[in-house]
């Protein structure tokens, strides 16, 4: 991402802030419950001092992966060698994001969870551990930065999670096929708008009315915007909840009304 593109994302979230709303703005009673429940929930299980041990553990590594990127691309410089410390620096989730998966899936209880997107496997820790006798499925394109993410997940002593190496495109209709109906998914990788929107479809195929669909960086470029506004129109989704940095969508047939909101975290 250009110098300016990162200042325009910046401009895009200075809005976002000034004007998102919070639980007295919502008269939806799931969403503010949501909001009481879980977005202002402050508290600090004993899971996140685990998994952010790892993460400065990652972050002062000097080793380094060579990588196969078959993305969009990322922040990370160009070439095929990369420290381990870059990629947790750009391509890993905030902590403060994989603390909210982590008391999202304590709130919904899903069973059967799938990732697009390993990377070193950061928010694949917050989801497992959060639901230790749930299922957790998880692809990464790139086969040295699975095996970096499968010790990592050793490392949390973590044992309900299936790690899947592919591309995308190849791997996915495998993957929902072999799970039925995911009640969580979370789609983060390949951060454009044609394939984001082939993922949606696919995942649209085996979703039931309570799974809930996470997308990344839905205001990263224009082009992801596209598609969070072609994912929120689609006519399954009943309600979409906007946390710039992600996106949440429902399929719940009690929400009567379509609704969309855009929530200050």
């Known amino acids: 991402m250009s110098l300016a593109q990162q200042y325009k994302l910046a401009g895009k979230y200075f809005r976002y802030y000034f004007t998102a709303g919070g639980r007295h703005d919502v008269h939806s009673p799931f969403v503010y419950a949501l909001i009481e429940d879980v977005l202002r929930d402050k508290y600090k299980h004993p899971a996140f001092g685990e998994i952010e041990q790892l993460r400065k553990q990652l972050l002062a590594s000097r080793e380094t992966l060579r990588v196969t990127d078959l993305g969009a691309g990322s922040l990370i410089s160009a070439g095929n060698e990369r420290k381990v410390s870059d990629i947790t620096r750009y391509a890993a989730k905030q902590p403060k ?23 070193m496997g950061l928010s694949t820790a917050y989801m497992a551990k959060a639901a230790p006798a749930a299922r957790v499925f998880t692809i990464e394109g790139c086969p040295n930065i699975a095996a970096r993410a499968a010790k990592n997940f050793e490392a949390l002593q973590l044992h309900n999670i299936t790690q899947v190496t592919g591309n995308f495109d ?35 195929q085996h979703i039931h009315e309570y799974s809930v669909l996470i997308f990344d960086d839905i205001h990263w470029t224009p082009e992801m915007e596209a598609a969070w506004h072609t994912i929120q129109e689609n006519s399954q989704v009943t309600m979409t909840i906007d946390l710039f940095f992600i996106g949440l969508v429902f399929f719940r047939k009690d929400f009567k009304i379509k609704q969309h909101f855009t929530l200050k975290y």
Request: charged share 15%; proline share 7%; net charge negative.
């Open 97 to 119: 994001f994989g603390q909210l998966f982590y008391r999202l899936i304590q709130y919904l209880q899903p069973q059967t969870m799938l990732e697009l997107g390993t990377s």
């Open 170 to 204: 190849t791997v996915l209709p495998e993957v929902l096929h072999r799970i039925g109906q995911p009640d969580w998914v979370y789609i983060d990788g390949n951060h454009r708008k044609e394939p984001t929107l082939a993922y949606f479809e696919q995942c649209l």
